[in-house]
């Protein structure tokens, strides 16, 4: 079936960093999504890129639909401790409908 | 404010006993979704739902069984069939089954006495 690497698979970083993270994929996807979640808590929606190329913020969130199709990447820029947390990134192809699930990123800020 | 709650938030099962996790949305989507997590691992759909009295198996359905009779439920429960339901559950909904993103509930998390 369809799968998702998202790396790295954990991150430490100390405050004030930007941080990086990516998912690529075997297959195309129409849509990527990006989630975070606390422990304990369902995931919440971050970012929704609908279109290849597209770029999109979301405060000092910004995450890019890649122009193959086959990935997504999300920047944070100077990162705080309430960024703690995994993020997920989910793609859905139009023949299928459901959404494939990466793994996740672990991020961890140090003050 | 509209959203999805699930409950219990904790739950123990004894062996061979049936458990049934609630999920309630009061944002009108057609489509309603269960996931199971486990730690380190991405989300898996267990059943999803597109419209009232239909739905369909996911990619870990076994041990597993849901019903939708009304737009805004979708229970699920947990079957003494599965031999190791230890895992946070998560109910999703969105517009229809094409539509993105899916809005998640906060989770079940149940456990084997």
């Known amino acids: 079936g369809q799968q998702l690497n998202q790396s790295p698979q954990s991150m430490f970083i100390q405050e004030g960093e930007d941080v990086s993270m990516n998912c690529t994929s075997s297959?195309?996807?129409?849509?990527w999504l990006w989630y975070k979640q606390d422990p304990g808590e369902g995931p919440v929606l971050l970012i929704a890129?609908?279109?290849?190329?597209e770029l999109t913020s979301n405060g000092r969130l910004t995450a890019q639909f890649g122009t193959t199709r086959k990935d997504s990447f999300l920047n944070i820029s100077a990162s705080i401790p309430s960024d703690v947390g995994i993020y997920f990134c989910a793609g859905q192809s139009g023949s299928q409908g459901n959404l494939i699930f990466g793994k996740g990123t672990k991020l961890s800020v140090k003050p | 404010d509209g959203g999805i709650t699930q409950s219990p938030k904790y739950l123990f099962r004894k062996e061979g006993q049936n458990v049934t996790l609630s999920c309630e949305q009061n944002l009108n989507h057609d489509a309603m979704y269960w996931y199971r997590q486990d730690p380190g691992q991405g989300l898996r759909l267990i059943y999803y739902?597109?419209?009232?009295?239909?739905?369909q198996k996911g990619d870990i359905a076994e041990g597993y069984s849901v019903s939708r009779e009304k737009k805004e439920s979708f229970p699920l429960t947990v079957t003494s069939a599965q031999k190791n339901p230890t895992a946070f559950y998560l109910c999703?909904?969105?517009?229809?089954?094409?539509?993105?993103?899916?809005?998640f509930g906060d989770g079940t998390r149940l456990s084997i006495l």
């Open positions: 890129l609908y279109k290849a190329g």
């Open positions: 297959s195309i996807f129409n849509t």
């Open positions: 999703a909904s969105s517009m229809d089954r094409f539509s993105q993103p899916q809005h």
């Open positions: 739902s597109q419209i009232v009295n239909d739905f």
